[in-house]
């Protein structure tokens, strides 16, 4: 069974820090992986998705790596501002059209 | 476009109580997802339709919840009768066709049970 977690749960930064979260999971078999955002009262937003034969993808001041030989990806937020402050949730699908997996999140708070 | 649409946005209720929740998916979308995301943890799947078809209910606890999707659009999730451990947030999401395509997440219901 696939088992997604993330470190750390909670994290606080000053504005202007680069920062990085992790998401590890634990069989590596993964079709892709997906980085969400989620702010309070509201859904999730997906941020990137990462094909299992890519390393990364960017978008603006994100980036996400993964590693699927040692079952991890991660998600640098460079030159953080205090709108980036919400949970951050990484997601593995298995197969392709296979539910998500989803880890617990890391809360991030960017004070200004 | 509008975005997926549910309701109530927030209910409390008594335990052994029954509870429904509406979704509406954004139009065209034929697959419709109903995730469960309990405090401090992340969403897990309760049931996944393609249309007016159950595609993925594997994690649905079918002695207590139910949902449907009449005419592929609209759908609702019940829970009768309701236990504390249900308290939790009601995410509906939906995507064009399937978990290739983007999933757009509704506000989601917070349920509380008492």
């Known amino acids: 069974k696939q088992e997604v977690t993330q470190i750390p749960a909670a994290l606080s930064v000053p504005e202007g820090e680069n920062l990085v979260l992790n998401c590890s999971f634990t069989?590596?078999?993964?079709?892709?992986l997906q980085w969400f955002r989620q702010d309070p009262g509201k859904g999730l937003t997906s941020l990137l998705l990462?094909?299992?034969?890519?390393r990364e993808q960017t978008s603006g001041r994100l980036n996400a790596s993964l590693d699927k030989s040692s079952g991890r990806s991660t998600l640098y937020i460079a030159a953080s501002q205090p709108g980036d402050s919400a949970t951050y949730l990484c997601?593995?699908?298995?197969?392709?059209?296979?539910?998500?997996?989803f880890g617990e999140g890391t809360q991030l708070t960017v004070n200004p | 476009e509008a975005g997926v649409a549910q309701s109530p946005r927030y209910k409390i209720i008594e335990k052994r109580q029954s509870v429904a929740f509406w979704c509406n998916p954004i139009?065209?979308?034929?697959?419709l997802y109903w995730y469960q995301q309990i405090l401090g943890q992340g969403p897990k799947l309760l049931i996944q339709?393609?249309?007016?078809?159950?595609?993925?209910d594997s994690q649905l606890p079918k002695d207590r919840f139910s949902a449907e999707r009449l005419k592929g659009v609209d759908s609702t999730l019940k829970i009768q009768p309701a236990k504390l451990e249900d308290s939790a947030v009601y995410l509906c999401?939906?995507?064009?066709?399937?978990?290739?395509?983007?999933?757009?997440f509704g506000p989601g219901t917070r349920l509380t049970v008492t």
């Open positions: 999401a939906s995507s064009l066709l399937g978990f290739a395509y983007e999933q757009y």
């Open positions: 069989d590596s078999a993964i079709y892709n």
């Open positions: 339709f393609q249309n007016n078809g159950v595609v993925d």
């Open positions: 990462i094909q299992s034969s890519q």
């Open positions: 139009s065209g979308h034929a697959t």
């Open positions: 997601a593995v699908e298995e197969t392709s059209g296979s539910r998500l997996t």
